[in-house]
């Protein structure tokens, strides 16, 4: 897997660099080949941990669920801010982690992040602390993570 992620980022980087630029003259040739040989090599050398995901087939389900998650949040939200009918009530909700990966952690932050109405906002001691727009029962929070996201990631990267 290594050996195709070396070939494989730089000639991404390659093909995005000339699809941006619009051009295949000579020197955009040149450039991009260069910036994609040596942006492969230094992003190599930033990422000391090497992840060894399982079950990758997973991740397909939980992209469709996370996309679906994020479509319901949007509408959530602009009802919620442009209803006005009763006041929300943001909070922090502490959700304790089984999930002990870094790359597994980063994605979940990630997930999180992008839904709108959430905000990763810290984890130590294995707890994470999400700030929620609405936060009417903390508990339906601390399910919907642990099940929906957390055990998913945990087949992955554990």
């Given at each position: 897997?290594?050996?195709?992620?070396?070939?494989?980022?730089?000639?991404?980087?390659?093909l995005l660099w000339l699809l941006l630029n619009e051009s295949m003259s000579?020197?955009?040739?040149?450039?991009?080949?260069?910036?994609?040989?040596?942006?492969?090599?230094?992003?190599?050398?930033?990422?000391?941990?090497?992840?060894?995901?399982?079950k990758l087939w997973l991740l397909i389900g939980l992209a469709r669920r996370?996309?679906?998650?994020?479509?319901?949040?949007?509408?959530?939200?602009?009802?919620?801010?442009?209803?006005?009918?009763?006041?929300?009530?943001?909070?922090?909700?502490?959700?304790?982690?089984?999930?002990?990966?870094?790359?597994?952690?980063?994605?979940?932050?990630?997930?999180?992040?992008?839904?709108?109405?959430?905000?990763?906002?810290?984890?130590?001691?294995?707890?994470?602390?999400?700030?929620?727009?609405?936060?009417?029962?903390?508990?339906?929070?601390?399910?919907?993570?642990?099940?929906?996201?957390?055990?998913?990631?945990?087949?992955?990267?554990?």
């Amino acid at each position: 897997m290594r050996r195709w992620y070396k070939i494989l980022l730089p000639a991404i980087l390659f093909l995005l660099w000339l699809l941006l630029n619009e051009s295949m003259s000579a020197g955009q040739v040149v450039v991009g080949l260069a910036l994609a040989l040596w942006l492969g090599y230094a992003s190599s050398r930033l990422r000391p941990l090497r992840s060894r995901p399982h079950k990758l087939w997973l991740l397909i389900g939980l992209a469709r669920r996370v996309v679906v998650d994020i479509i319901r949040s949007n509408f959530e939200v602009a009802r919620l801010i442009l209803a006005r009918r009763r006041p929300y009530t943001p909070g922090y909700v502490h959700i304790p982690l089984d999930l002990h990966d870094p790359h597994g952690r980063a994605l979940l932050g990630c997930i999180l992040t992008y839904t709108p109405g959430t905000v990763w906002v810290d984890v130590s001691n294995n707890v994470l602390t999400l700030h929620v727009l609405d936060l009417e029962h903390e508990d339906f929070w601390i399910e919907l993570v642990k099940t929906r996201y957390e055990r998913t990631l945990m087949e992955v990267f554990q």
